[in-house]
């Protein structure tokens, strides 16, 4: 047995590789945000933004890379859309993920996509067509037990996959600007709080701030991304920008990526342009 199929959830010798948890959470979250709340538009919309996502990563990957590619990416921005969107037709679902896939092909920095997936698509659209689409707003209501099922799950998935620390980070970054924006607006601390409690909030602490695709590359690099991310989320939110956490994500995200691979590009440019050329031995040093 391998290493990554050790790590993997299972009992005995029936046990699911690690890369099939962040699909099989983020699917528990549909369904627990569904029976729970009515979150979702409808299941065609959910069967639209999958089927969008998937067909449009095998058509572009092969396209543009002539390899086939993994589909757990591909199924978990469909399915981010189809909850995280809310429109009263359904191109939004089919659009939103295919402008999802293609940002992963098209904007690119060295080779590597800079841009959240889902919150690309998202945010494009809720810039774009803001009479179109809306994003979820739905809270869990009191029902505390959904909510703290899908948090021990998510959070125990993404510990597996070692960004466990980005999003506890990004929770308590959250928290404190909560308190700070309550005694800034008058609001109560719980108030500010509440949107922790919904299935939006989910899905963004615990799938988005995390993708290990585009995240920085070092421990310590992402817990100071997060913070940002969460300290622009909060001036937004004073700002009274309603779509606060994707447009926060947006723009602190890639900037990060690109800082990093700059930085990584510079440092490679000294190193080589360091190295000195070995000076010939003079007559009286020693052979």
Request: glycine share 8%; aromatic share 10%; with cysteine.
């Amino acid at each position: 047995m391998s290493a990554s199929e050790r790590k993997g959830l299972g009992i005995g010798r029936f046990r699911l590789h690690p890369k099939f948890l962040p699909p099989l959470v983020i699917t528990l979250i549909l369904i627990g945000a569904h029976w729970t709340a009515g979150v979702l538009r409808g299941y065609e919309a959910v069967a639209i933004a999958i089927v969008a996502a998937l067909v449009t990563d095998l058509v572009v990957g092969r396209a543009l890379l002539g390899e086939r590619r993994g589909l757990n990416s591909a199924y978990i921005s469909g399915i981010s859309v189809s909850i995280l969107l809310r429109s009263p037709v359904l191109w939004p679902f089919a659009v939103g993920s295919i402008l999802s896939i293609l940002s992963k092909y098209v904007l690119r920095v060295r080779g590597r996509h800079i841009w959240n997936p889902s919150n690309f698509g998202i945010c494009v659209l809720l810039f774009f067509v803001p009479w179109a689409v809306a994003p979820l707003s739905v809270q869990w209501g009191n029902d505390l037990i959904p909510m703290a099922v899908i948090w021990t799950v998510g959070i125990f998935t993404i510990w597996k996959a070692g960004r466990a620390h980005v999003t506890l980070t990004y929770l308590a970054a959250f928290i404190v600007f909560a308190f700070v924006r309550s005694l800034i607006t008058g609001h109560t601390f719980q108030a500010e709080l509440a949107p922790l409690t919904g299935p939006m909030y989910q899905l963004f602490a615990l799938f988005m701030v995390t993708d290990p695709k585009t995240t920085v590359s070092t421990r310590s690099g992402r817990i100071v991304v997060v913070i940002l991310v969460a300290a622009v989320e909060m001036v937004l939110r004073l700002m009274e920008v309603v779509y606060a956490p994707f447009y926060a994500l947006f723009l602190v995200g890639p900037a990060a990526m690109i800082w990093e691979e700059w930085r990584s590009g510079r440092r490679a440019a000294v190193s080589e342009g360091a190295a000195p050329e070995r000076a010939p031995l003079s007559r009286t040093s020693p052979a």
